[in-house]
């Protein structure tokens, strides 16, 4: 019997694939789409979303958001015993209105306007260690929980205090994950496959050091892009990026300078003020902004002009 080569990729050999291409000309470079492998396992994920109905017989899960960790396990630890009320004013969107809504076991509605007249409230709603289960026998239990103020999931919950409670989705929270990993892939290919002059250009504008070694700018690259992929990648497509990455080159040629109160060029002893700095806001940052717009649109002109004249 012919055993069958096994070509499914380790992620350590895919990512010493990166690194050792040769990286392409930055005339050439894009933001690298995702894989055609992982574009694969992505529809496949998603066909199968599709294809997976919920099970109608399924219980609903609520969870508190009042907890704590236990200093010596370290794990989570909700109130063993939390009651919530039964009863409460939600805003019916249907409606239109403001509506009092109340949980009495037997009651095929839980509006108040809709039940007996003598039905009362006969006890809180219980919530164990952080959990309530409420089983699709209990359609009415589960409404409450859905639309009452206290639930954070509720869309048009009225804001009279922090929520209690939130309703858990499994299955959005598996596919809001997998759209985490993709991305954070996509930022981490980016960081790999972009080559060394751009790269440089895009790390001084983010304030990373880089007077040390390529691998070492290349890491700390890949740390940012970990912490906020999307953001990371927005940057490459941000039209004030390169306008920042020429304002860094005219300050390193010593075309201009700035300090916290203003931005000046460099002629000799002179320091001709080309804009004053707002408080709070970043020297470059001003900068940018100011040469977005039609009357500052000439100074990134001049830099660009004398960074070639002295190049």
Not at 160 to 170: A, E, N, S
């Given at each position: 019997?012919?055993?069958?080569?096994?070509?499914?990729?380790?992620?350590?050999?895919?990512?010493?694939?990166?690194?050792?291409?040769?990286?392409?000309?930055?005339?050439?470079?894009?933001?690298?789409?995702?894989?055609?492998a992982t574009q694969t396992n992505?529809?496949?994920?998603?066909?199968?979303?599709?294809?997976?109905?919920?099970?109608?017989?399924?219980?609903?899960?609520?969870?508190?958001?009042?907890?704590?960790?236990?200093?010596?396990?370290?794990?989570?630890?909700?109130?063993?015993?939390?009651?919530?009320?039964?009863?409460?004013?939600?805003?019916?969107?249907?409606?239109?209105?403001?509506?009092?809504?109340?949980?009495?076991?037997?009651?095929?509605?839980?509006?108040e306007d809709e039940q007996k007249?003598?039905?009362?409230?006969?006890?809180?709603?219980?919530?164990?260690?952080?959990?309530?289960?409420?089983?699709?026998?209990?359609?009415?239990?589960?409404?409450?929980?859905?639309?009452?103020?206290?639930?954070?999931?509720?869309?048009?919950?009225?804001?009279?205090?922090?929520?209690?409670?939130?309703?858990?989705?499994?299955?959005?929270?598996?596919?809001?994950?997998?759209?985490?990993?993709?991305?954070?892939?996509?930022?981490?290919?980016?960081?790999?496959?972009?080559?060394?002059?751009?790269?440089?250009?895009?790390?001084?504008?983010?304030?990373?050091?880089?007077?040390?070694?390529?691998?070492?700018?290349?890491?700390?690259?890949?740390?940012?892009?970990?912490?906020?992929?999307?953001?990371?990648?927005?940057?490459?497509?941000?039209?004030?990026?390169?306008?920042?990455?020429?304002?860094?080159?005219?300050?390193?040629?010593?075309?201009?300078?700035?300090?916290?109160?203003?931005?000046?060029?460099?002629?000799?002893?002179?320091?001709?003020?080309?804009?004053?700095?707002?408080?709070?806001?970043?020297?470059?940052?001003?900068?940018?902004?100011?040469?977005?717009?039609?009357?500052?649109?000439?100074?990134?002109?001049?830099?660009?002009?004398?960074?070639?004249?002295?190049?």
């Amino acid at each position: 019997m012919t055993k069958k080569n096994n070509t499914t990729k380790t992620v350590e050999t895919m990512v010493k694939e990166i690194v050792e291409t040769p990286i392409a000309a930055e005339k050439n470079f894009t933001i690298p789409p995702i894989s055609e492998a992982t574009q694969t396992n992505t529809n496949s994920i998603s066909n199968l979303n599709q294809g997976f109905k919920k099970n109608p017989k399924a219980s609903t899960t609520y969870r508190l958001y009042k907890e704590r960790k236990d200093r010596k396990t370290g794990k989570t630890k909700f109130p063993i015993v939390h009651m919530l009320k039964a009863e409460d004013i939600i805003f019916d969107s249907e409606k239109g209105v403001n509506r009092k809504i109340r949980y009495i076991p037997g009651e095929p509605s839980i509006f108040e306007d809709e039940q007996k007249k003598d039905s009362m409230v006969k006890s809180p709603i219980t919530f164990s260690n952080g959990l309530l289960m409420v089983d699709y026998t209990n359609p009415t239990l589960k409404k409450y929980l859905n639309i009452c103020n206290a639930n954070a999931s509720n869309p048009d919950r009225i804001s009279q205090g922090p929520p209690v409670f939130k309703r858990l989705d499994f299955a959005k929270d598996a596919k809001e994950k997998m759209k985490k990993e993709i991305k954070s892939m996509d930022a981490l290919r980016t960081v790999f496959e972009m080559p060394l002059n751009k790269l440089l250009g895009y790390a001084q504008v983010l304030g990373i050091n880089t007077n040390k070694s390529t691998d070492e700018i290349r890491y700390d690259m890949k740390v940012l892009a970990e912490k906020d992929p999307v953001k990371f990648i927005a940057g490459l497509d941000d039209p004030k990026m390169e306008i920042k990455q020429t304002i860094l080159r005219g300050k390193d040629f010593g075309i201009l300078d700035w300090d916290s109160q203003k931005i000046t060029w460099v002629q000799g002893s002179q320091r001709p003020v080309i804009t004053h700095v707002p408080l709070g806001v970043k020297p470059i940052d001003c900068l940018a902004d100011m040469c977005m717009t039609d009357k500052g649109s000439g100074v990134i002109d001049q830099i660009k002009v004398k960074i070639k004249s002295m190049g």
